[in-house]
């Protein structure tokens, strides 16, 4: 993030906001922190954020109930729910009322930093209005849902193909398992299991066959997108 | 349904009321039968007495002169006759004695009287045998007696039959009001037993009985409704005061450093107690939702068989399981597309978990009558019996797997999830391995 962004906090927990805090000034982000609702949805009115990190059981009532009142106050921000109603039921309820991510509590703060990241880069990003997404040697065509690596098809099944078209619009940042499940299966739910590093697995020996070696694993809670763009 | 009960008692009404009314037609019957027999009764005592006072004076040649003269005028109302010693006619409106009919005393008295019946006509008669051994009767025709009572009887007959209708349909119409009122009052509950426990009368209550019985119908609806928010809020309060403490804890843990494998084993454990009371909370939930179809929406469950199998399959694979699935397409039913996905989900997990390789792993979804039936089978090792019964109890688990992650939660949850939905539960024996069919209520073309 080349620029200075600021990222609004409206959280009555002292020790989250502290958290959450030194996560966005990590990332090189300025924060502002109200700690009721009201307060939070006037800040948030009255200057132009670029994301939202916003508690439900606040003070003055029900973060996910006060969305509309933020978008009617004319603001443009993204909305992360950060909250400890997190059961599938609850986070489904915020991403329905119009919330752009939901973040259960208790959090990891690099669970947070992939979906601020995530966030940061969707309000940047340009509208793909090309078919080609390509990273050096490997590339892949949204129409045709195809993967190539060095020229070479690369065979992927449905959900692969969805998996490594979510990565590459993630490229260079960390991503993690629940982003994974919640966005390309679109399941709220905690499994248990790791059944998504199976399809990961699957899907990066599929590539490194093919030779690339454009998923690797992050240190923590997740997987990176990284080709080595002009490589050969 | 028909209102039984009002029927009944208005039936019961109208034949009360019938029965007192022909007490009373009765008692005036036989008042105006006793008068009407006593007129009878004093004509023929006068005519007795005009022929007493002629037999008085000239004896048999007057009485038959009178005979003679009344019977020239006969109206068809009296019966006369006159006999000499022989049996011979000497004057009188017919030509003989009447078959079976015997005179008694020779005076000219009412009595003895009797009735005789003739031709369709009853005639009371005062049959005499004069001095000398003349046969002397007089009769006064009854008919205008019969006539009376019997337009009497008719009327009685109309009355009733115009009063038992009147009483039936009086019935017929209270039943009807009776079941208009009541008919909202179990609509109502109909409604509240598909789950929209917010439906209430509208408009005004009336101020009797049944206006008191949606009173206390509504009253007692706003409990229960009370009673679910409460269960509601109450699962939103633990999930909040219990996250926040174990956020604080995570943020703390995430400042430690040097000690990778430590953290990230408290991280998975704490990661474990959060599945675990969102899985009791999700269970206490879905009871409280049990049967109200608030939240549900149509959802292809054969969609969502296929991704969560789509997802579980290569961890099967992985494990050297024989893993098929066999789902018929475009199976709906109304649901919530997280929790159905979760039941398949704890499902597929615990038959993965317990397999070992080489054991086979299936999924099957196909249209069963007015179901849809999901079966999810394994040939592994089963439930062990000591544990066979209370499977789906929470924090029910074998002895034989304490080596096994898990937490007894997920059978509950299954269990809560498909109640929820109005799902059916079955298990088959005797194949081996575990086996359960959840049958799922199709969605209605109308919904």
């Known amino acids: 993030m080349g620029m200075e962004e600021r990222i609004l906090i409206v959280e009555d927990d002292a020790e989250t906001a502290a958290a959450v805090r030194a996560v966005v000034e990590g990332m090189g982000c300025s924060a502002d922190h109200c700690d009721t609702l009201e307060a939070g949805v006037a800040a948030a009115i009255a200057t132009r954020y670029k994301v939202i990190v916003l508690d439900r059981m606040l003070p003055g009532g029900d973060g996910v109930e006060a969305m509309a009142r933020i978008r009617a106050g004319g603001s443009t921000a993204l909305i992360l729910i950060l909250s400890a109603l997190g059961r599938a039921a609850n986070r489904v309820e915020g991403l329905e009322k119009g919330a752009d991510d939901y973040l259960p509590k208790p959090f990891e703060a690099d669970e947070l930093r992939a979906r601020l990241r995530a966030l940061l880069r969707r309000g940047t990003m340009q509208v793909l209005d090309n078919d080609l997404l390509a990273f050096g040697d490997l590339e892949i065509r949204l129409k045709a849902r195809t993967v190539h690596v060095k020229r070479t098809h690369v065979s992927v099944s449905p959900k692969e193909f969805e998996l490594i078209t979510y990565f590459a619009r993630n490229a260079g940042q960390v991503v993690t398992r629940m982003q994974l499940l919640e966005n390309v299966w679109n399941l709220h739910f905690d499994p248990g299991t790791n059944v998504v590093d199976v399809h990961v697995g699957r899907l990066r020996r599929k590539l490194e066959d093919a030779g690339s070696a454009a998923i690797q694993t992050a240190r923590g809670e997740g997987y990176i997108f990284a080709p080595r763009v002009g490589a050969g | ?447």
């Open chain 2, 1 to 447: 349904m028909a209102a039984r009960a009002t029927l009944r008692l208005a039936a019961l009404m109208a034949l009360a009321v019938t029965a007192l009314s022909l007490g009373a037609m009765g008692l005036q019957y036989r008042l105006v039968e006793t008068r009407l027999m006593a007129a009878q009764r004093a004509l023929l005592a006068a005519d007795l007495g005009g022929f007493g006072a002629l037999y008085e004076q000239r004896r048999i040649i007057a009485l038959r002169q009178a005979i003679d003269y009344r019977a020239t005028a006969a109206t068809g109302e009296e019966m006369l006759l006159l006999l000499d010693r022989q049996g011979r006619v000497l004057a009188g409106t017919r030509q003989g004695w009447p078959v079976g009919l015997t005179a008694k005393g020779d005076g000219f008295g009412v009595e003895p009287v009797e009735t005789l019946e003739e031709g369709g006509t009853r005639w009371l008669v005062a049959a005499r045998e004069l001095p000398g051994g003349f046969p002397l009767l007089v009769a006064r025709s009854l008919r205008p007696v019969d006539d009376t009572l019997a337009a009497m009887r008719r009327g009685m007959l109309g009355l009733v039959a115009a009063m038992l209708v009147a009483g039936g349909l009086v019935g017929w119409l209270a039943a009807r009001s009776v079941m208009g009122r009541i008919g909202r009052v179990n609509d109502l509950a109909d409604r509240v037993a598909e789950g929209a426990l917010d439906a209430r009368l509208p408009g005004p209550r009336s101020e009797d009985e049944f206006g008191l019985l949606e009173t206390h119908v509504h009253a007692m609806l706003d409990r229960i409704q009370n009673l679910n928010r409460a269960t509601h809020r109450l699962s939103d309060t633990i999930a909040h005061e219990l996250r926040t403490p174990l956020n604080r804890m995570l943020q703390k843990l995430g400042r430690i450093e040097g000690q990778e494998e430590l953290t990230a084993d408290l991280k998975a454990e704490m990661r474990q107690a959060i599945r675990m009371f969102d899985s009791l909370l999700d269970i206490s939930r879905a009871e409280a939702d049990q049967g109200t179809g608030g939240g549900l929406v149509p959802v292809d469950l054969s969609a969502v068989c296929a991704e969560v199998w789509d997802l579980y399959e290569p961890l099967a694979e992985d494990k050297g399981l024989e893993a098929q699935a066999t789902i018929a397409p475009g199976l709906r039913v109304l649901g919530d597309r997280n929790l159905m996905a979760q039941v398949l989900s704890n499902l597929l997990d615990n038959a993965i978990k317990y397999c070992s390789t080489g054991d086979r792993v299936s999924l099957t979804l196909e249209e069963a009558g007015d179901r849809h039936l999901m079966r999810v089978a394994d040939t592994g090792p089963g439930l062990p019996e000591d544990i066979r019964g209370e499977a789906f109890e929470r924090f029910v688990r074998a002895e034989r797997d304490r080596g096994i992650k898990g937490h007894g939660l997920g059978l509950a949850l299954v269990r809560a999830i498909a109640a929820r939905h109005g799902a059916r539960m079955t298990m088959p024996e005797g194949a081996g391995g575990f086996t359960l069919e959840i049958h799922w209520p199709r969605l209605q073309q109308s919904d």
